[in-house]
């Protein structure tokens, strides 16, 4: 590889493989989910996955390039996370709790990913592609948020997190003495 041109295909390659890796990996965890909130936003998180896969694909078109299958290990590893936390038998209510982090993992990587590549088309002067990516980027931003706002209500049952937030000293201390 030796253009920027080369290193630009490179990395819409990575990231189409995200999105199709996703857009399964999604529908599993709509499956696993057991709040129906849960399952309703990685439901919506998916259409807009294979939204996302679309708009890749149309950026390989107006540079009149054709997609070729790449595997981006950086997802595919975070895939296998959580894959392997189910070897765990986690029980229903841990398993929203991980599902929750394990979709905003997925998001900050492919906000990551968006941002380095809007800026390759930005000084390459893609203009169609900044837009696309531009469109992709802030759906994933919207998604990491939505994602916080369910990490900030969707706990584990026996955390006792709302009690350790009022009285986070003498709780504690209640606790050492029981150890
Ligand atoms: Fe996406």
Redesign the pocket.
Known sequence: MQTAHEFFIHELNE?LD??QR?VEALGELEAQSTRPELKKAFAA?RQ??EK??ERVRQIFEELEETPEQTECKGIKGLIEEAHAFMEETPSEDLLDVFNIGAASKS?SY?ICA?KSLVQLATDMGHRKAVQLLKQ?LR??EQ?LKKMETFSKKIKPEQSGMEEEEKQPARRRTRRSKAA
Do not use: A, G, K, R
């Open positions: 990231i995200v999105e996703l998180h807009q996955t996302h896969e998001e492919e968006y992709n759906e994933e998604t």
